[in-house]
């Protein structure tokens, strides 16, 4: 760190490249960070399932919610807001800004909760996300069949929409003035709300079964992406009365230009047996900057797209990579920025772990796991959940556009990732910072400097008692 600093004051190393070096550093060295809770107001006691017997802890525990937390969203302007979603059909709104030293632990309280009513949410809640151009306003879907939109501030309801069926997902374009909502249901059409006329608008045939994923272009305000139970990812100019423009295809490795599907004139032509994954897709992100699309389906396998040629990079994760449920999975990338270009990070919640992974070769930088793998609550509760991962969110502030946020953290914390787990809590991971290594190095030395000195006076009393005696020689 010294001689990157000398490096930086020399110039040797410009402002740009010295901040990439910072934040890429401090995002391979994310940690689980216990000391912050959240406690929701219920109260319940953690039990542990052993291979043998179920045995009741003493400790108690906070839980965000006691049946299960499903669905986070973090808004992108200030880091400071976090919606919570349960399997108990009720929201809770977080101030992240509680914390005020985020080297204490801290405890947070919702500052308000949205209960479970027949003019709320009556089922879990499936998704959530922010108004894409303001804090105030945040949207979510439920196995009710419905989308709502509600006001951050007062908590309170401001449109419903009723779908008809069970809503998965929803997405909103990070950058387009149409503020259209794209839902993803059991329907296997693409169903676009209109948050201005308040009506259905638009329906967005093509795929042969459910829709588990839906994802806005940050550079194009008129182009999806959808996923579905078919295995197959399409993409979307809701412009167009055709509506679709291309479908992925696994097995292109080329691009639509060199394997013949796109003419000169610039019309696709696409392949009806075309299929981005061999199961169900239920994980679809674009990179900040629009250059990749990003898949994930129930064969285990994650797949990164060229977004401009429509051609599967061949990126290999591995055989680590767990995804079987039948929701939406949330993943994202590191922010534009806050990596070297071609360095881009993948967060992706594998089951009970987050893996951090390098988007472009697909290996393991590190391994998030949290501590008590398998917990679920008494009391309320009666359902075992195990602990497994079903959203995570990002922490940044600064976003606008496209971005998600390129400062690390808020006013309060250089970088956090919260994740929703089924055992009813909501945890927190962290980078480990400069000062933190330095204390555990100053301790383990002067644990060291103190386990010499007892060595040295030992020493020195055997050579003072030998020294101080007599000896006579005969």
């Known amino acids: 760190m010294n001689q990157l600093l000398f490096e930086r004051s020399t110039g040797n190393v410009g402002p740009n490249i010295f901040a990439r070096l910072q934040t890429t550093q401090l995002l391979n060295s994310f940690r689980p960070a216990p000391e912050f809770r959240f406690d929701g107001g219920e109260r319940g006691s953690a039990v542990r399932d052993g291979d043998s017997a179920v045995a009741k802890d003493t400790t108690s525990t906070l839980w965000a919610h006691q049946s299960g937390v499903n669905a986070l969203a973090l808004e992108r302007f200030d880091g400071r807001i976090l919606i919570s979603g349960g399997l108990d059909a009720s929201m809770r709104i977080w101030d992240l800004e509680q914390c005020g030293n985020p080297s204490k632990a801290h405890t947070f309280t919702p500052i308000a909760t949205i209960p479970r009513s027949d003019k709320t949410h009556k089922f879990g809640i499936t998704h959530l996300s922010f108004y894409p151009f303001d804090s105030a306003a945040f949207l979510s879907t439920s196995y009710d069949h419905t989308l709502k939109v509600w006001a951050t501030e007062s908590a309170s309801l401001s449109a419903s929409f009723n779908l008809g069926s069970k809503v998965y997902?929803?997405?909103?374009?990070?950058?387009?003035?149409?503020?259209?909502?794209?839902?993803?249901?059991?329907?296997?059409?693409?169903?676009?709300?209109?948050?201005?006329?308040?009506?259905?608008?638009?329906?967005?045939?093509?795929?042969?079964?459910?829709?588990?994923?839906?994802?806005?272009?940050?550079?194009?305000?008129?182009?999806?992406?959808?996923?579905?139970?078919?295995?197959?990812?399409?993409?979307?100019?809701?412009?167009?009365?055709?509506?679709?423009?291309?479908?992925?295809?696994?097995?292109?490795s080329l691009g639509l230009y060199y394997n013949g599907l796109l003419d000169p004139s610039g019309k696709v032509r696409v392949r009806a047996s075309a299929k981005a994954h061999s199961a169900p897709v239920n994980g679809l992100t674009w990179t900040?900057?629009?250059?990749?699309?990003?898949?994930?389906?129930?064969?285990?396998?994650?797949?990164?797209?060229?977004?401009?040629?429509?051609?599967?990079?061949?990126?290999?994760?591995?055989p680590s990579i767990r995804n079987s449920q039948l929701a939406s999975v949330t993943m994202f990338t590191s922010p534009v920025g806050l990596t070297h270009p071609g360095k881009e990070l993948l967060f992706w919640p594998n089951e009970t772990e987050i893996l951090v992974l390098d988007l472009h070769d697909g290996h393991v930088v590190t391994k998030l796991r949290p501590p008590m793998a398998n917990l679920r609550s008494i009391g309320g509760a009666q359902r075992t959940n195990k602990n497994r991962i079903a959203s995570i969110v990002w922490r940044g502030s600064g976003g606008g556009g496209s971005s998600m946020g390129v400062g690390m953290g808020g006013s309060n914390m250089a970088g956090a990732i919260f994740s929703a787990h089924l055992d009813g809590r909501i945890r927190a991971w962290t980078p480990r910072l400069e000062g933190d290594d330095n204390e555990d190095e100053d301790e383990s030395l002067d644990e060291a400097n103190e386990e010499k000195a007892k060595k040295?006076?030992?020493?020195?009393?055997?050579f003072k008692g030998l020294m101080g005696k007599k000896i006579t020689f005969t």
């Open 169 to 252: 997902t929803h997405a909103v374009s990070p950058i387009a003035s149409h503020l259209l909502v794209s839902c993803g249901t059991q329907h296997p059409a693409v169903r676009l709300v209109d948050l201005r006329s308040g009506s259905n608008v638009q329906s967005l045939a093509g795929h042969t079964g459910a829709i588990l994923a839906t994802s806005w272009s940050p550079r194009h305000e008129h182009v999806l992406a959808s996923g579905s139970v078919d295995g197959t990812v399409r993409i979307w100019d809701i412009r167009r009365s055709g509506g679709v423009i291309g479908m992925l295809d696994q097995e292109d």
């Open 288 to 318: 900040d900057d629009g250059a990749y699309i990003i898949s994930a389906g129930h064969d285990r396998r994650i797949r990164v797209w060229d977004a401009a040629l429509g051609k599967n990079t061949l990126a290999s994760f591995g």
């Open 456 to 462: 040295r006076k030992a020493l020195d009393d055997v």
